[in-house]
């Protein structure tokens, strides 16, 4: 039996199944992220997802390796605008932060504030820090990379080709344009 980890929104009504280890655990620093973040802390009952560094920590996951065993009808997505190739989705019950995806990606980022502390793993490099906002510094406890590294991207093709090349999809009950929202 691989191993498998399972984590649950703070209400407790979605529950997530995770098989096998993840493809790897980063911290975004994009500008995306950081305006994501600040729209998330604004969702009532939403949790900060933000780090010290003001990153953004994720856990990549291959989309056929996440299951919602329940839950998973109740799920809402934020598009920064209606253009985004990019959404985020939250616990439509709790407004918990859930993961990012990429429109057509393989592969969902789920938000590492889900694990428990003793459980969450830990970044291994920090992406995207050319957008680091003018004046900011970051530890160099990981590898600071400026854009994705060659090793983000070479992990996410490997993973493509196991899944033969397919994107599941992942239905959302509601979608909400962040830029047109009220
Ligand atoms: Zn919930
Ligand atoms: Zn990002």
Known sequence: ??????????CGNIHLRLEG????????????????????????GGEPVTSATGGTPYVLYRKDRV???????????YRLTAASP?????????NTPLFLEFQGGH???????????????????????SDLP????????IPNHKTQSVG????LLTAWAAMGFRSPKIPVASEVVW????
Request: glycine share 6%; proline share 9%; hydrophobic share 45%.
């Open 1 to 10: 039996m691989p191993p498998h980890t399972e984590l649950t929104c703070s």
């Open 152 to 155: 983000f991207f070479f992990t």
């Open 21 to 44: 280890e993840p493809l790897l655990a980063a911290e975004c620093q994009c500008d995306s992220c950081r305006t994501a973040a600040a729209w998330l802390a604004e969702i009532p």
């Open 86 to 94: 990019t959404r985020r989705v939250v616990a439509a019950c709790c």
């Open 179 to 182: 830029g047109e929202a009220t």
């Open 107 to 129: 592969w969902l980022s789920l938000y590492a504030g889900l694990w428990p502390d003793e459980i969450r793993p830990a970044p291994a490099m920090r992406t995207m820090v």
């Open 67 to 77: 299951r919602f065993a329940a839950g998973g009808d109740n799920l809402r997505a």
């Open 134 to 141: 003018a004046g900011q510094t970051l530890p160099a406890d």
